[in-house]
């Protein structure tokens, strides 16, 4: 069996239209800056002015921006590391081995696939050796990424949005000359340039931009800055404490966890059907290495002394992590692997680690009347969206290791509710309008969302 074609249908226009897009492009870069601001001036508490008076306020906002001029000027040196970064990962794309797989037909292609090099485990692992070398010889020690933290993120933010830029313009003018053809375009040129152009934007046949966003950029950096902070932590103070191995293990099992299933990636919706614009461009770059990474801010910068938490806080939150990490490793295995199982595709990636219950024998499905399948049994017999749950319980978990000193840790569990609870609603919609009454089958037979047997 084939899989479904990718759809060409003009979306909708989602976020509140262009309004909306610009309140998000410049809302997120100034929420990452006050965050940063925070936690390097304030001590990790919300930055308010001295006093609401139009005076106060202004006041505020000139301090505010004299901490981002000095402490986030983006230096060449900044950039310098920024984008040897960048461009290593780029050259690690398309020369380290990996599995060659083809993604879903697109229609907008005349139902033709692409080819994916799928190596970021190498990557990833070829940039921990690499780092590791630089970092002994003192060519480059890696606690440079938390002192450069401000300039990196002014650098990324800058580059977030030039990139788009490029993006778009190459996509609307060039085409496929250049990357990729537009597609499903609203008409809007700002809610386009945040939505994005094009689908699958390329440089040369084998570098897919969107893939080579997806894991290198943002989860390879979160992990280095909470290497960083271990490093640090050992210099100064001889050990390490249990709350930065907690980070560095967390972070690990993420990128680790992302890298290893890399070739799961591409016959996901977002792959198939979601454009490289300004969303993903700038959150893949900027957004989650330099806000995800507040837990391991908020951690380096104090003496270890202020966060022993009892040794069985430590345990009850390493459970969570592991057990959460399991559910979110086989859950997304299982479904996965089922789709392989459909579409006849019998790779399969033997990357550390191997957990048990990564593939289901004999699954049940629903054979749905538009071709296409709904899984049954495995861990979406409990709940639906159950990879969503632990996922979130995980982002929680890196919170709560840094106490309640502090609200900054706690953006990213926030935050990414939200972002849950826009995608499992968009994920609804879109399953109601593609299965129908199938999907209505496939709710009586699996009834709950988040958690089994609640809710």
């Not at 797989?101 to 799928?118: Q, V």
């Given at each position: ?7 060409t249908?003009?979306p ?29 001036y304030n001590?990790?508490?919300f ?5 609401y ?5 202004c006041?505020?906002f000139?301090?505010?921006g004299?901490?981002i ?8 040196y ?20 990996g599995?060659r ?19 970021a485990v190498?990557?990833?692992?070829t ?34 949005f ?23 375009l ?5 809610y386009?340039?945040f939505m994005?152009a ?11 931009l ?5 894991v ?15 490093v640090r ?6 050990y ?5 191995l907690?980070?560095?293990?967390a ?16 016959p ?10 300004f ?17 391991t801010?908020?951690l380096s910068?104090r003496?270890?002394?202020q ?10 939150l390493?459970?969570l992590?592991?057990?959460c ?28 680690p ?13 054979r ?7 899984l049954?049994?495995?861990?979406y ?13 995980q ?7 840094t ?18 609870i ?13 299965y129908?009454?199938?999907f ?9 969302l ?6």
């Open positions: 069996m084939k899989p479904n074609a990718a759809s249908e003009r909708s226009r989602e976020f509140g239209g262009a309004k909306g897009v610009v309140a998000m492009m410049t809302g997120f870069p100034s929420i990452m800056y006050y965050l940063w601001a925070s936690a390097k001590d990790g508490q930055l308010q002015p001295t006093s008076t139009l005076s106060g306020v006041e505020f000139r301090t505010f004299n901490y001029a000095i402490g986030a000027y983006p230096s060449k900044a950039v310098a590391i920024f984008w040897t970064y960048v461009i290593t990962q780029g050259i690690f794309y398309v020369t380290l081995p599995i797989t083809r993604g879903l037909p697109l229609k907008h292609r005349n139902n033709t696939s692409l080819p994916y090099l799928c190596n190498w990557s990833f692992y940039s921990m050796i690499v780092l590791a070398v630089l970092h002994v010889s003192n060519v480059f020690r890696i606690t440079t990424l938390l002192d450069q933290f401000g300039p990196l993120m002014s650098v990324a933010i800058i580059s977030s030039i990139i788009t830029f490029v993006l778009y313009v190459g996509s609307v003018l060039f085409g496929e000359k250049l990357f990729d053809k537009p597609h499903a609203s008409g809007n040129l700002i386009d340039y994005g094009s689908l699958n934007p390329r440089v040369g046949k084998l570098l897919d969107k893939m080579f966003f997806e290198r950029i943002p989860w390879f950096i979160l992990f280095f800055l909470s290497v960083a902070a271990a932590q050992f210099e100064n103070y001889g390490v404490s249990p709350q930065v907690f980070v560095c293990l972070h690990y099992l993420y990128a680790n966890g992302c890298a290893k299933g890399e070739e799961l990636i591409v996901t919706w977002d792959m198939a059907y979601e454009k490289f614009g969303m993903l461009v700038f959150w893949n770059m900027a957004g989650v290495p330099f806000t995800y990474s507040h837990c801010l908020f910068a003496n270890p002394k966060y022993e938490w009892s040794s069985s806080y430590n345990i009850a390493y459970a992590l592991i057990c990490y399991y559910v979110f490793d086989t859950c997304n295995s299982q479904k996965n692997r089922f789709r392989n199982q459909i579409y006849g595709l019998t790779t399969t990636r033997k990357s550390f191997q957990l048990p219950w990564q593939t289901i024998k004999n699954p049940t499905f629903i749905c009347a538009n071709g296409g399948t709904l049954t049994s495995g861990w017999r409990y709940a639906r969206k159950i990879h969503y749950t632990v996922d979130f319980f982002s929680l978990s890196w919170a709560l290791i106490g309640f000193s502090s609200p900054l840790p706690y953006f990213y569990p926030c935050f990414f509710m939200i972002v849950l826009h995608r499992v609603s968009r994920d609804i919609n879109k399953c109601k309008a593609k129908g009454a199938d209505d089958e496939y709710c009586r037979i699996c009834p709950y988040f958690i089994p047997y609640v809710f």
